[in-house]
């Protein structure tokens, strides 16, 4: 599922407790793992092996940074295990933050409470594998919760790669099987009783299937599935 992350854990957190007021009504979460060779995109380093697998982490985390730090609202990077301060995010442009809970849904929830909290008026969380994943979408997105509570984006996979809402439900991150196939389907259930907007179908990048045929990966691939290697 493209918001999965890796598991909480313990560390220094010092940037967690900065305060500021908000500068616009419209705040974006991402959810991000530290880019550790062996901890990222397991499922696919089972195919590529872990360095190809960690290069093609980073690259998406390079995307995802390219195609949110334009856009007009507040920016925080959530990372899974620990904050870093010199990396691919611009601390101008992205707040950073730690994720807290003991699972995916848990951690999500207590993201939109955090900022929620602040005060804002309009929160989204995506994932940072989306390659197929706009700037554009992104602002669609946003667009929807003019006119409606909550805006999803499915992913392939059955799970979602965006969501967005004005108030807090947290049915919505409870008694889900987070990386299976059901996610999607079990919370457009939890919707059900409200109106919601769903965007275009994007593939997440979670397997060997998912990239062999995007010519962007094949750079990243060992050369005895790089379809491109003479």
Do not use: C
Not at 49 to 68: P, R
Not at 128 to 134: G, M, N, P, T, V
Not at 181 to 196: F, N
Request: aromatic share 12%.
């Amino acid at each position: 599922m493209g918001l999965l992350s890796s598991k909480q854990t313990d560390g220094d957190n010092e940037m967690a407790f900065d305060f500021h007021f908000p500068t616009s009504k419209k705040a974006l979460i991402i959810f991000t793992r530290n880019p550790e060779l062996g901890k990222v995109k397991t499922r696919l380093a089972k195919s590529v092996g872990d360095e190809s697998a960690l290069n093609i982490y980073k690259f998406l985390l390079k995307h995802t940074v390219e195609i949110t730090e334009k856009l007009n609202v507040d920016k925080y990077v959530f990372y899974s295990e620990n904050i870093h301060r010199d990396d691919i995010w611009n601390p101008d442009i992205f707040r950073k933050k730690l994720q807290s809970g003991n699972d995916l849904g848990e951690r999500m929830q207590n993201a939109f409470s955090e900022m929620f909290g602040l005060g804002y008026e309009k929160v989204m969380i995506v994932g940072s594998d989306i390659y197929e994943l706009q700037q554009k979408d992104i602002e669609n997105a946003y667009n929807a919760l003019e006119t409606t509570p909550f805006v999803i984006g499915p992913a392939t996979d059955g799970g979602y790669y965006l969501l967005g809402m004005k108030e807090l439900k947290s049915e919505i991150f409870q008694n889900k099987d987070w990386g299976t196939t059901t996610v999607l389907e079990a919370t457009l259930k939890d919707l059900k009783s409200g109106k919601y907007v769903l965007l275009e179908e994007r593939n997440d990048v979670d397997y060997y299937e998912d990239i062999k045929n995007v010519d962007a990966f094949q750079q990243f691939l060992p050369p005895h599935l790089d379809k491109n290697f003479l």
